[in-house]
């Protein structure tokens, strides 16, 4: 349909109609899902009548194709414009296949790794019914002590922006309307959710406007110049006020300024949430602000449906408002092409065949190559070799809990174990299964002696997945104590100790380093978990990640990032050991390990770096580094550009990642990358929240982490 005929449609829609397209419910509540019995208690509670429910507009997370395909078929012959229901869900890195966790994917700085996960994800997810994903989330992350670190792809504002326009382009493909194995993308959560007080899940935000618009904006842009065709609003107030009712943050910034027209939706009950927030008294309050504001989708609570009818026949909201909520639904929906076909193909085509498929295992194989990283490799003691007698200790030994907590679709018995993976490939395998938080000392003896039959440990040590993602904040990043205690009696039988990581959040891990000769951070892998483990420790495949979030040396140490502002008192080499800086008596400023920062298997030589010294304003900067593998083994290397404004009229970072790219080179070969450092990346917010570019020095850092650079000054003329 085209915009006249939408036109046509809304004209015809009653006020009840178009008040039911503006709320988002879960599959119980509608007719031809087996659930569909229990909903006599929840329908009283949201205050649902039977015609709200055929006039509904949108399912949240429905459980299998034969129920959404069942509930489309009962909605169609009920409803009265014959407007198809529109099928949302959570798919964050992998439908059925699960990927690596956002965080992870962060890590493999490869665009086509973010793009493809949300490629596969959406060819499963559509097999599946749904059409929209609520993803990908953007948030800037800085405070692991935040559960929802998981999810995001880390600290860095360019990274984030690339790697969301990325899963956005792989989520939606081309032609969305036409191709039915892609999803809608719904970037959340908008906005500044990242940024709880003390890591504290749901907790507030508080942030000056120019700290906002400089670091926490520009991913949602990003996923939103890509096309994303849906935001959804975060829990959390900003400037003051919750996001689900702020209107200078979703109609000024979001609709104004970042001229986004397609459907906001709120978080799981945010609109009702407001009254807890104490900036609306009752439903009515809270249905009226979150509509001022520019919600068009409540999830899950029964604010608009009960109050919207009497706030626009009493005159306290135009109908136009509804009209134009109501409108961009219609609009997504044929977008999705659902007014053509509300089965989106799957009435004919069973689909089956393109979930879990040997291929998609791949991809998860593969992107999980990709986003792991090498923190250490003492004495070379990896890769493995098949000869080697080795020994899997710890609670991820042999454990298929590696998906990560944000699984909605995806089952744990798909997942391949530690112990799959490399049990009978080596001259000896010895696996001692562990408790996570309590190892009792018959078990370290266990563990104590297969270390010390084994010519190489392979300790599989982490978290258990749902002690991250919502509604996980911890304390203290710290494992359990057992794991460390197990790492020292391991260490203490042999030191050959190559110590795989499994978290959703940079943890303490000072204990597990001292006491490993290698150390290698896989997140939570996903699907394929074990055979990517497999494939990186016995160099089959070259470690290549880079940390997309620093790992703090402990939790005091919190928050700490790369880019963070120099301070009145900087503490250098040179002044180190004075009293009066910014530091800590009892740690270093450094973190254990920096943004940026994985290792390899092989070496890469940087050289022949070409910088101008001097560039006029509103000029791009072009830089260009050749880098060589001069190794044994082919590799990737991620060659970062940062940049310093020394002297500004605001306080600029220490640095900040402006370009990366993601290079393979086979044994001996170079290649010369080049970078163009635009007007933009040169320019900041000013407190006024105008944008400037300022003539003076900066510096240029070139190198394979955050730290490891080499930098050159650049004078910026008028
Ligand atoms: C949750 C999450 C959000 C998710 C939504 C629907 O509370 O905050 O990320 O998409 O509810 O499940």
Not at 98 to 105: C, D
Not at 326 to 347: A, H, I, N, Q, S
Not at 387 to 414: H, M, R, T
Request: glycine share 8%; charged share 25%; net charge negative.
């Amino acid at each position: 349909m085209d915009k006249n005929q939408l036109e046509d449609l809304l004209g015809k829609m009653t006020l009840d109609e178009k008040i039911s397209q503006m709320m988002q419910l879960s599959p119980i509540f509608f007719k031809g899902t087996e659930m569909q019995g229990e909903i006599t208690g929840p329908m009283e509670e949201l205050n649902l009548t039977e015609s709200i429910i055929q006039n509904a507009g949108s399912v949240l997370g429905s459980s299998s194709k034969k129920d959404m395909l069942q509930i489309q078929e009962e909605h169609m012959k009920t409803n009265r414009l014959g407007i198809p229901l529109v099928f949302m869900a959570d798919i964050i890195h992998g439908h059925k296949t699960i990927f690596p966790i956002p965080l992870a994917l962060g890590a493999s700085f490869s665009e086509e790794v973010a793009s493809e996960m949300a490629r596969v994800s959406a060819l499963e997810a559509t097999a599946s019914g749904h059409h929209v994903t609520f993803s990908p989330m953007v948030d800037l992350v800085r405070d692991p002590r935040w559960g929802r670190v998981m999810e995001s792809t880390g600290e860095d504002p360019h990274l984030n922006s690339r790697l969301g326009a990325a899963m956005v382009r792989g989520y939606q493909g081309g032609n969305l309307q036409e191709d039915y194995t892609r999803l809608a993308a719904c970037v959340k959560h908008f906005a500044a959710y990242g940024a709880p007080q003390g890591g504290r899940e749901y907790h507030t935000v508080d942030m000056s406007k120019r700290e906002f618009y400089q670091n926490y904006l520009p991913a949602y842009q990003a996923a939103l110049e890509a096309g994303a065709k849906m935001v959804m609003t975060s829990f959390n107030i900003l400037e003051g006020v919750p996001a689900t009712m702020n209107k200078w943050l979703n109609r000024d910034v979001l609709r104004q300024e970042l001229g986004f027209s397609g459907v906001l939706i709120s978080d799981w009950g945010a609109v009702k949430e407001v009254i807890n927030h104490g900036t609306a008294a009752d439903t009515k309050e809270a249905a009226k602000g979150a509509l001022l504001a520019g919600v068009d989708l409540e999830m899950m609570t029964e604010c608009f449906i009960t109050n919207l009818k009497e706030l626009v026949e009493t005159g306290e909201v135009s109908e136009g408002l509804l009209d134009e909520a109501v409108m961009r639904m219609l609009v997504l929906k044929e977008e999705l092409g659902l007014f053509k076909d509300p089965y989106r193909g799957l009435k004919r085509d069973s689909r089956s065949g393109d979930i879990l498929s040997d291929e998609n295992r791949q991809v998860a194989r593969n992107v999980a190559h990709e986003s792991a990283v090498l923190l250490k490799n003492n004495a070379n003691i990896l890769p493995l070799a098949f000869n080697q007698k080795i020994a899997l200790i710890g609670p991820l030994a042999d454990s298929q809990d590696v998906l990560g907590g944000w699984v909605v679709y995806g089952e744990q018995k798909d997942a391949v174990s530690m112990a799959d993976a490399f049990s009978g490939k080596f001259s000896a395998t010895e696996i001692v299964s562990t408790d996570y938080e309590q190892i009792s000392e018959n078990v370290l003896q266990e563990a104590e002696t297969a270390a010390k039959n084994a010519d190489v440990v392979v300790l599989c040590v982490g978290e258990k997945s749902e002690w991250s993602g919502e509604a996980a904040s911890l304390a203290t990043i710290r494992l359990p104590e057992a794991q460390y205690e197990l790492a020292k009696r391991v260490a203490k039988a042999n030191s050959a100790v190559v110590t795989v990581l499994f978290n959703g959040r940079p943890l303490d891990i000072h204990d597990l380093v001292d006491h490993s000769e290698a150390v290698l951070d896989v997140f939570f892998p996903g699907t394929e978990a074990g055979n990517a483990i497999f494939d990186l420790l016995t160099g089959e495949v070259n470690p290549s990640g880079k940390l997309s979030m620093t790992i703090p040396q402990t939790t005091g140490q919190i928050p700490i990032f790369y880019n963070e502002l120099r301070t009145g008192r900087p503490k250098t080499a040179q002044n180190a050991g004075e009293k009066y800086l910014s530091q800590y008596l009892d740690i270093p400023n450094e973190p254990l390990f920096p943004f940026g920062f994985g290792l390899s298997y092989t070496n890469f030589v940087l050289s022949e770096m070409e910088v101008a010294d001097e560039i006029a304003l509103a000029d791009t900067l072009h830089v260009k580094v050749t880098v060589q593998n001069t190794g044994e083994c082919a590799g990737s290397e991620v060659i970062q550009v940062y940049l310093q404004d020394i002297t500004a009229s605001v306080s600029r970072p220490l640095k900040e990642l402006k370009a990366f790219q993601k290079v393979r080179l086979e044994p001996g070969e170079k290649t010369t990358l080049s970078f163009a450092l635009t007007k933009e990346d040169f320019s900041f917010y000013l407190p006024d929240l105008t944008v400037v570019q300022e003539a003076g020095l900066h510096r240029v850092f070139i190198g394979t982490s955050s730290v490891d650079v080499k930098s050159f000054e650049v004078r910026v003329v008028r």
